[in-house]
């Protein structure tokens, strides 16, 4: 089956520094890419959709300057957080919409946190 | 506006019972529906999906799934749970063209009794 990965894992960054998390589809090409956002024992939130060779659509009342996104290849979209502090600590998750079908695949996701 | 509701936050049930996680959804056009299982601290993974078709959908881990237009609803059941199915479960509306976007419920946790 289709296979997503991200990138770390887990981070743990120091307030005020910026940590990047990579997406990539394995085995298949996806155009649109979208990342979540799950803070404890809550449900995901989509923060934006990540669209190959094009900009990010964010969704509303996340900051674009703050949760930079690049998707520069059919495989790969990553986020940057910028200038992270604590209250960004969370659960992102990423997922991938397969260029042939509709169906999203989901990556691990990664925790951060920001101390 | 499209919405997602799973109204039961947590469920404890005995292992063997049979279990039936309620989802309701709210979608202007063919819902596309998803049971999705997340463990604590891991990604997200699929039990089962309904495009068109059959409305009893069956998933992975026994699991099973029964799409009622007349009540939006899309209700998650398994007939003996085991001890292993603890963990939370997202019922989510897909859409299919245009945005792509994925809602989610709020999620329901479940507790198995040994």
């Known amino acids: 089956g289709a296979v997503v990965s991200q990138h770390p894992s887990w981070v743990i960054c120091k307030s005020g520094t910026s940590v990047k998390i990579e997406c990539r589809s394995l085995d298949f090409q996806a155009t649109t890419m979208f990342w979540y956002r799950q803070f404890p024992k809550q449900s995901l939130m989509l923060m934006a959709t990540s669209n190959e060779g094009s900009k990010a659509t964010y969704e509303q009342g996340v900051e674009k300057d703050k949760f930079l996104i690049n998707h520069a290849s059919l495989t790969l979209s990553t986020l940057t957080v910028t200038s992270a502090h604590p209250e960004d600590s969370s659960f992102y998750i990423c997922s991938a919409r397969d260029i042939q079908s509709y169906e999203q695949y989901f990556g691990p996701g990664t925790r951060l946190t920001v101390t | 506006a499209q919405s997602v509701t799973q109204p039961d936050i947590h469920i404890t049930v005995s292992e063997g019972a049979s279990l039936e996680l309620r989802c309701n959804y709210s979608y202007g056009a063919t819902p596309y529906l998803f049971w999705y299982v997340q463990s604590p601290g891991q990604g997200l993974q699929l039990l089962l999906k309904?495009?068109?078709?059959?409305?009893l959908v069956q998933g992975i881990k026994g699991f099973e799934a029964e799409f009622k237009r007349s009540q939006s609803s899309f209700n998650l059941r398994k007939p003996s749970v085991h001890w292993s199915d603890a963990a939370e479960y997202f019922c989510a509306v897909g859409a299919l063209g245009g945005t792509y976007k994925y809602i989610f419920g709020t999620g329901t946790r479940l507790k198995v009794l040994a």
């Open positions: 309904y495009f068109s078709g059959d409305t």
